[in-house]
């Protein structure tokens, strides 16, 4: 399966998703980094990457946990493949940039940290225009499930942290009032590194975005898991529930550099 991305896909995640880290749109801050163009969304690739898992998967539920090794550019040829086993990877001229290990699917109970929020309107729009988007693109339509953990991670981005949390983030990374990740990403360098999805029977039995309008998003509190002199590392969780059963869960992690 042969991938490639434009501009235009960058901006398309970007208006649904709320992903504007200045990586993916400044080209001087991405070459201060070493890089030879600004980097697409991570989140953008393993769209493909998640519809290539939903063949593999065949309807059965499961988890998967994605390791983000390398940046991907526009305009270049990308392939997605399956190793017959329980990985799939994004991968170019041999070097593996998105890599997805397969494991069996593991229940779990409703996350109650931040509470919840009913997905509303608005939310079930934005799915609506850029799953169609992506369906004209690609010629094909992306997985529903694959919609849905699309639609947690938008709720990463566009939802604000416990004070004392960010209180604390802005002391480690060495830059006051930070409030959303991409008040993070806007004064420093910040990567997702790694995403666990766990998808359960329920999710992959969604037959249309606007099912969507009748669940409800459980929001963890975010955490702190690693701090040193370089980088500070974060985790966020945000489950899709129905009925106070979770039906699907992501787990994201972001890398900072620190000032």
Same mark, same amino acid.
Request: with cysteine; aromatic share 8%; proline share 4%.
């Given at each position: 399966m042969m991938v490639r991305y434009s501009a235009h896909d960058v901006e398309k995640w970007a208006a649904f998703s709320g992903d504007y880290n200045p990586i993916h749109f400044d080209k001087g801050m991405a070459s201060s980094y070493g890089m030879t163009a600004c980097p697409i969304q991570g989140m953008l690739a393993l769209a493909d990457v998640?519809?290539?898992?939903?063949?593999?998967?065949?309807?059965?539920?499961?988890?998967? #946990?994605?390791? /983000?090794?390398?940046? $991907?550019?526009?305009?270049?040829?990308?392939?997605? =493949?399956?190793?017959?086993?329980?990985?799939?990877?994004? #991968?170019?001229?041999g070097q593996k940039l998105i890599t997805a290990r397969l494991?069996?699917?593991?229940?779990?109970?409703?996350?109650?940290?931040?509470?919840?929020?009913?997905?509303?309107?608005?939310?079930?729009?934005?799915?609506?225009? /850029?799953? #169609?988007?992506?369906?004209e693109e690609r010629k094909h339509p992306d997985a529903l499930w694959s919609l849905g953990d699309s639609l947690l991670f938008r709720d990463i981005f566009n939802t604000e942290s416990p004070r004392e949390f960010t209180r604390d983030l802005?002391?480690?990374?060495?830059?006051?009032?930070l409030e959303t990740i991409n008040d993070v990403m806007s004064v420093s360098l910040a990567v997702q590194t790694n995403h666990t999805i766990n998808v359960s029977e329920q999710a992959l039995n969604i037959? =249309?975005?606007?099912?969507?309008?009748? /669940?409800? $998003?459980?929001?963890?509190?975010?955490?702190?898991?690693? $701090?040193?002199?370089?980088?500070?590392? $974060?985790? /966020?969780?945000?489950?899709?529930? =129905?009925?106070?059963a979770v039906t699907m869960s992501s787990k994201s992690t972001v890398l900072i550099k620190r000032k």
């Open positions: 998640k519809n290539k898992i939903s063949d593999v998967v065949q309807g059965k539920p499961f988890s998967a #946990h994605i390791s /983000f090794r390398d940046y $991907i550019v526009p305009d270049t040829d990308y392939e997605i =493949s399956w190793d017959g086993k329980r990985t799939v990877t994004l #991968h170019r001229d494991k069996d699917y593991v229940p779990e109970q409703p996350e109650t940290g931040l509470g919840k929020v009913s997905t509303d309107a608005q939310m079930i729009t934005c799915l609506d225009e /850029f799953a #169609h988007y992506r369906a802005s002391a480690k990374v060495g830059v006051s009032g037959s =249309s975005v606007k099912q969507f309008s009748g /669940f409800s $998003i459980n929001r963890g509190h975010p955490s702190l898991v690693l $701090i040193d002199e370089e980088k500070v590392v $974060i985790e /966020f969780l945000v489950q899709l529930v =129905s009925d106070n």
